[in-house]
């Protein structure tokens, strides 16, 4: 019965420890304590690296048509746009829109996610489907990147079809540093629940 005993207060005293630290559980008296607070965003479900990529993809909207351009600061072609962004999640796509034809797998039109690749004009163009019949691309000289819909007559005329990226279950993509350290905290929660439980 005693040796329970002295288990049970070890087991309390080490959580009072991993609460409030080493210098809590050696009665430093000096110290404020305050009660335990985390503020932990809601994670939900996990987004697909399309629907990312889509949201980033976003972010440039207006930036200049350039032909071979590859980066806001020197504007963007239509593969040069689709490479930056997925270059953002650590996916290495060619700088030609014939190369990226050539990825992924085959997508009907009905079956469009964000993130998909769209092909017009013989292959020749390339944007990124972002959802609700809509695609956002780099068009030509004078223009700026731009979201269109998938029923405008010239794109409805010219389209080529999508691909899907498939990616290999080995790749690691990169994670923000904001994500990770969501992650981290969040596993340190659960086992300070775990702890004190």
Do not use: N
Not at 40 to 58: T, V
Not at 73 to 90: E, I, K
Not at 167 to 194: G, M, N
């Amino acid at each position: 019965m005693a040796a329970r005993l002295r288990l049970v207060l070890l087991v309390l005293a080490l959580a009072y420890s991993a609460v409030f630290g080493p210098a809590g559980a050696l009665g430093a008296h000096h110290r404020v304590h305050r009660p335990l607070r985390l503020h932990l965003p809601r994670l939900g479900p996990e987004e697909s690296l399309g629907d990312r990529a889509a949201r980033y993809a976003r972010r440039l909207l207006g930036v200049p048509y350039r032909y071979g351009g590859d980066s806001p600061q020197s504007g963007f072609d239509c593969s040069g746009l689709v490479r930056f962004v997925y270059a953002h999640f650590g996916v290495e796509l060619p700088h030609s829109s014939y190369a990226d034809f050539d990825l992924g797998t085959r997508v009907s039109r009905e079956a469009l996610r964000p993130g998909d690749l769209v092909f017009f004009d013989g292959v020749g163009h390339v944007g990124m489907y972002i959802g609700g019949g809509r695609f956002i691309h780099a068009p030509h000289t004078g223009t700026h990147v731009q979201v269109t819909s998938l029923d405008d007559p010239w794109y409805r005329d010219r389209y080529d079809g999508a691909r899907r990226l498939s990616l290999p279950r080995a790749l690691v993509l990169r994670q923000s540093r904001e994500q990770r350290e969501l992650r981290i905290r969040a596993a340190r929660y659960r086992v300070l629940h775990l702890r004190l439980a």
